[in-house]
Structures are given as structure tokens and as C-alpha cells.
């Protein structure tokens, strides 16, 4: 209870330690690659797994690849670049991990979005004279909204929590703290920098559940909130009725 309680008095003194950047900075390091990282894998990623869930085709080698992105760690695969690219090109190489690490989500809420999408709905569309492109970005990709904005949830946060093993090779961000805690074997401060890696991560993730909950088309929500009190009403009458079914002799 002491070293959360110094963690938490360390974090409210504004005072990190000498070498080691404020707070506010850190954080702003930290949003900074976690944005980059989460826009380049986005320009891969989202017009791939819109083509895989347009026309079906490649799902099996998405997942294979998908899958096999997920199983490299991403503290070798930084210290892998940083030697192959060079100490100059530090920020590359650890740009290019965290972009690798989010691919495999934004891919994945891409096409399962369109996929999830009532083939019906698509079918009505063809059947009105709807081009390809049109059926695209006016029927698939709304429908398909909310699950890739799900996808883009699951990648800042994965990627929200790796960048602070950046700070091992020196680019900052709130692993700094953590790094130099274990360095300087000071507990308060190693926690202090978990707790704020912690809470951004939760103020994100809140972000993008109420942007995911908005992403959701009025029509959708409309009928699944009729949907919801259609079926309520059904159970409160099929409740009401059971006792009269019950008393009826045999």
C-alpha cells in the first residue's frame, strides 16, 4: 500500500526525476507513435480486408498472415530493426514494430465488418442497379463501420501499451519511467509509469467505445431497439399467460 500510495504522490509531484521528461510529454511521445503506427498500418490494412471481405477472395492467407503477425515479439523484432536499420534510424524501426502489431486487428475488423453485413441487403442493392463501388461505400462499408472501428480499438490499445518499450532504445514516451525505475531500482517510479500507461490506455479505450457505439447506423440501432422491445413484449405476455395455463385442470 506504501509504494502505491508513493507511486500515486510521485506522479502528483511534477517533479519525474532529473533526465527524464514531464509527464505531459511523455504522454504526448507515447500518443504520437501510438497515432503514426495505427495510421500506416490503417492505409495497409483497411483497403486489404475491405477487398478480402468485398469479393471473398484471399480470407484464408489474411488469416495465415494475420496469425503469424501476431506470433513475433515485438521487443525482438524492435531490437532486430534497430540493428538493421541503424541507431539513426531508431524512430523508423520502432515505428515499423508497432505498425506490424496492428496490422493483424485493423485487417481482422476490416473484412469480418463486411462480412457481417446481411448478404441480402448487398443482393437488394445489385437488384436496384447499384454498382460495385456503390454497393461499397453505401451499403458495406456503413454496415461494416462499427466492427472496424472496433478493430482500430483493439489495435491502439495493443499498440498504446507496447510503445513503451521504445523508451529501451532511448525514444521516450511514458516507458521512460519504467525503464529508468528498473534502472535506478526505484519502485515508486516503475509503478507510477505502469499506472499512467494504464490509465491512457483506458481513457482510449473508453474513446473509441462510445465512437464504436456511434458508428453504428441509426436504421441498425433503430431496429434493434424494436427488435429488443418486440421480443420483451413477447416474454411479458408469454409470462402472463403461463399462471392461466398452470390453473387450468388437468
Known sequence: MNLLTDAIAWILSGEPGRGLASI????????????????????IAVP?????????????????????ARAIPSFGLLILLTLLLGVLH?????????VVLAIPSL?????TGFEAVDRRVVDAGRAMGMTEWQILWRIEVPLGLPLLVGGFRAATLQVVATVTIAAYIGLGGLGQ????????????????????????ALVLDGLFALLQ???VPRGVRATAAASHTAGRRARSRADAATPARENVPG
Not at 48 to 67: F, M, P, Q
Not at 91 to 96: C, G, S
Open 213 to 215: 457505439h456511434a458508428a
Open 107 to 111: 485487417l481482422a475488423g476490416a473484412y
Open 177 to 200: 519511467y519504467i525503464i529508468t525505475g528498473l534502472a535506478l531500482q526505484r519502485l515508486p517510479v516503475i509503478i507510477g509509469g505502469a499506472i499512467l500507461v494504464a490509465l491512457l
Open 48 to 68: 486489404l480486408g475491405w477487398y478480402i471481405g468485398h469479393t471473398g477472395k484471399g480470407r484464408e492467407l489474411a488469416i495465415a498472415v494475420s496469425g503469424a
Open 24 to 43: 505531459p510529454v511523455a504522454t504526448l511521445q507515447q500518443l504520437a507513435y501510438t497515432a503514426v503506427a495505427v495510421a500506416v498500418a490503417a492505409v
Open 90 to 98: 531508431k524512430p523508423e524501426a520502432a515505428v515499423i514494430t508497432f
